[in-house]
């Protein structure tokens, strides 16, 4: 084929849904893979993009096409069943492709920086062997780098971690020694650490996922918390590890990575790398390039990690798979969970999904057949599961947020030397500063929302915009003294230590969370048992191991009993079920106790006595019953602008582009969002619904390509959120 008749169709790092075409460079065209990256030009700029594909002919004529500038890469930057799953889901998500591929590589590329990895090294000259051959005078410091040294060569990073930096210059200026490249060095192999004795339902769950190691199988790993599903997943490794094969591993939260990362590589005998968004740009990279080059055959990491090339991948884990962490929120749309499925399918590898509070989705998958569901019913500690209350807030008023009975509680477990962690999903001190003369709030001016207070800093703050102000010394309004109405977690932790101050607390939220490092410090405190009091928002819910916490208290529980989305009741049963998992871990019993204004309230009633998979049952039917999610399929199409007035038009010219022929898919709306202003512009949506996804699928490839030609659609901000997990 002659150079000219290829074609290649290169996508770039923009929101537009195109592909441009270029003819290749001189002499190029025979090395052209779609997955490599190339330098272009793009209008009077240059522009790093990847080969989507490669064609023999385009739309337009020869002579409007120019020349592709450079093809970086030697080979593609992804393995095909890892590339074909992006091109997948871009389409499933109708997300423009190159955004897609961008995002799914370290900033580094994105850039057009080599893939190829390497590091600055220095070594003897031959001058410098010479020289110290005849055993010259050296300083302290220049003996010790010679020392370092010695027949090898050592990296630039390792001489200035030793603090020899100024001996090297020295050294170097005499001849004494030159620089190389060298390839990065591999991550370090773990010990190999011996587990401990399987239960026999453990046992029983690794059989009989290990049985399908080879090919595809989806299994839903349901298991109590405390039931021991890392060990599992261990083993499981163990075996694809002894083939010759790797595993990914996705976990939901940032915070798990570090705990679960030291736990494997000290079990593991082959390297382990962690890929979160929360890592400095370098070493993100360098552990892309050991996963992509086979050097850390394990990778644990958050949603972002299903996407990271892994030669002989042999098998899929995903942790806390209902987690709506793994849900992307805003930009490329797209859920980690669902989408490992669909790698393993396609990579023809086992997949297993494990929650203590499975989906409902996963749920109805096992119970269709096309998942396998496996139970790890007891905890592998000798304590049992915990014992469950709950306090009437109607007969026991609350002080700040903690009732007498949870007070004595707290006391009786501290006494005995056990752990209390408290759980509160709502951070600040107040979410409300009121005046009781006048009853003014103090409101957000961008959004439909009140300020938070946040009392040690004096400040009032949006948690939806991020809007701060200072507080008033009094009402705006008629000069009356404000009061700071509910409770938060600075309100608690100020409460906590007044009454308990000889135990020390250490608090967990997005306040004080915020440096690389800040959760570790946390956590580690209570591991090691400094800390006696936990308190902490949802990020405490997310899978942590602390085996000597033995109370549980549960505040604001009603938050969740009367929520407008039709998954509200689904994550509340999850959060309350996952932190009462916290107690009672390791060999001593546990307490949880739920405070609640409505202790009847069917949900809690109902996981107190069939627990989760009792609700589960429920919930489920109640969803069939109405017809939503898993018994329809949804896409909710989003917009926003600074008029409530152009949104709605939006919305509404864009249903009329609607094709006629629907096939029962039902559009409904327009209609506003809960919090219909936020950082000043306004929300509004349609949702569209259908029994069948092949069917919602064909309407939204249909309808957008009309949307996007609507030309009000250009001052706007609008997206499409295909099986969205927020419908509000």
């Known amino acids: 084929m002659r150079t000219d008749s290829i074609i290649l169709q290169v996508v770039l790092d923009t929101p537009l849904r195109r592909r441009f075409d270029y003819f290749p460079p001189a002499g190029g065209g025979a090395h052209a893979i779609p997955g490599q990256r190339v330098l272009v030009r793009l209008g009077k700029r240059r522009a790093v993009g990847v080969i989507a594909a490669i064609s023999d002919r ?28 992006l091109g997948w889901a871009a389409d499933y998500y109708h997300h ?25 090294a220095w070594r003897l000259s031959g001058s410098g062997i010479e020289a110290l051959a005849s055993t010259p005078r050296l300083g302290i410091r220049q003996q010790q780098l010679i020392e370092l040294i010695g027949d090898d060569s050592i990296s630039n990073e390792a001489i200035s971690r030793a603090g020899l930096g100024a001996a090297l210059k020295a050294l170097a200026a005499r001849g004494w020694l030159e620089s190389l490249e060298r390839p990065e060095p591999a991550p370090r192999a773990g010990p190999g650490r011996a587990g401990p004795v399987l239960t026999r339902d453990q046992s029983a769950a690794c059989d009989a996922i290990a049985a399908a190691i080879g090919r595809y199988g989806a299994w839903l790993l349901h298991g109590v918390t405390g039931s021991g599903k890392t060990e599992v997943y261990m083993r499981l490794i163990e075996r694809v590890l002894a083939e010759g094969r790797g595993a990914l591993v996705l976990v939901p939260e940032i915070a798990l990575t570090p705990q679960l990362v030291a736990r494997f590589q000290e079990r593991l005998t082959v390297p382990v790398v962690s890929l979160h968004s929360s890592m400095a740009d370098g070493a993100r990279f360098a552990a892309w390039r050991a996963a992509a080059t086979g050097a850390a055959p394990v990778v644990i990491g958050t949603r972002s990690a299903i996407f ?16 709506p962490s793994y849900k992307q929120q805003d930009g490329f749309r797209y859920s980690a969970r669902d989408l490992a499925v ?33 139970s790890l019913p007891e905890r592998t500690g000798r304590a049992g599961k915990p014992r469950v209350g709950v306090i009437d807030l109607r007969l026991h008023a609350a002080r700040d947020g903690l009732s007498q009975p949870a007070l004595a509680a707290i006391e009786r477990h501290l006494a005995a030397s056990g752990q209390v962690l408290v759980f509160l999903n709502r951070r600040g001190y107040a979410p409300t500063l009121f005046c009781p003369g006048c009853a003014w709030i103090a409101p957000c001016t961008a959004c439909d929302a009140r300020l938070t207070v946040h009392l040690r800093h004096a400040r009032l703050t949006c948690h939806h915009c991020g809007a701060e102000q200072a507080m008033p010394y009094g009402c705006p309004r008629c000069g009356n003294e404000l009061r700071p109405v509910g409770e938060g977690t600075e309100r608690i932790e100020a409460l906590l230590a007044q009454l308990f101050p ?90 949880v106790l739920i405070q609640s204004a409505y202790p009847e309230h069917p949900l809690l009633q109902c996981l ?22 898993p018994w329809s399929h949804l896409a909710l199409l989003r917009a926003d602008g600074p008029t409530r007035d152009e949104v709605h038009g ?45 069917t919602l699928q064909r309407f939204l490839s249909e309808w957008l390509a009309r949307v996007e030609e609507l030309r009000i659609s250009r001052r706007l901000r609008w997206s499409v959120d295909v099986d969205p997990i927020e419908v509000d």
Not at 100 to 118: K, Y
Not at 532 to 558: E, N, S, W
Not at 662 to 689: D, F, I
């Open 608 to 629: 107190i006595s069939e627990g989760y998979e009792g609700f589960a049952i429920r919930a489920l039917e109640e969803r069939r019953a109405a017809g939503w999610p």
């Open 308 to 323: 990271t090339p892994m030669p002989a991948l042999g098998l899929v884990v995903v942790d806390e798979e209902h987690d």
């Open 58 to 85: 385009s739309d337009l004529p020869a002579a409007r096409l120019k020349r592709a500038l450079e093809i970086i890469d030697a080979e593609p930057l992804w393995d095909p069943v890892t590339f074909a799953l």
């Open 342 to 374: 669909l790698r393993a399918s396609r990579a023809g590898v086992a997949v297993v999904l494990g929650s203590a509070t499975p989906s409902l989705e996963s749920l109805a998958n096992a119970a269709a057949g096309r998942y396998t569901k496996l």
């Open 502 to 591: 000889s135990a020390p607390l250490v608090r967990v939220d997005r306040d004080v969370i915020r440096r690389r490092g800040d959760i570790e410090r946390a956590l580690n405190s209570v591991v090691d048992g400094h800390a006696r009091i936990l308190l902490g928002t949802q990020m405490l819910t997310k899978g942590h191991d602390f085996p000597d916490v033995t109370l549980v208290v549960v505040l604001a529980a009603d938050q969740g009993l009367f929520g407008a989305d039709f998954r509200a009741s689904e994550r509340l049963a999850q959060q309350i079920v996952q932190v009462a998992g916290r107690a009672g871990r390791g060999d001593r019993p546990g307490e």
């Open 96 to 120: 423009p492709l190159g955004e897609v591929l961008f995002a799914a590589i370290p900033v580094a590329l994105r850039e057009g920086g080599s893939a190829q990895r390497s590091e600055l």
């Open 650 to 694: 939006f919305l509404r010219e864009a249903q009329a582009l609607a094709p006629e022929e629907r096939q029962r898919l039902r559009l409904l709306g327009p209609a506003p969002a809960s919090m219909e202003r936020r950082a000043g512009r306004y929300r509004a949506q349609l949702l569209l619904e259908s029994p069948a996804r092949a």
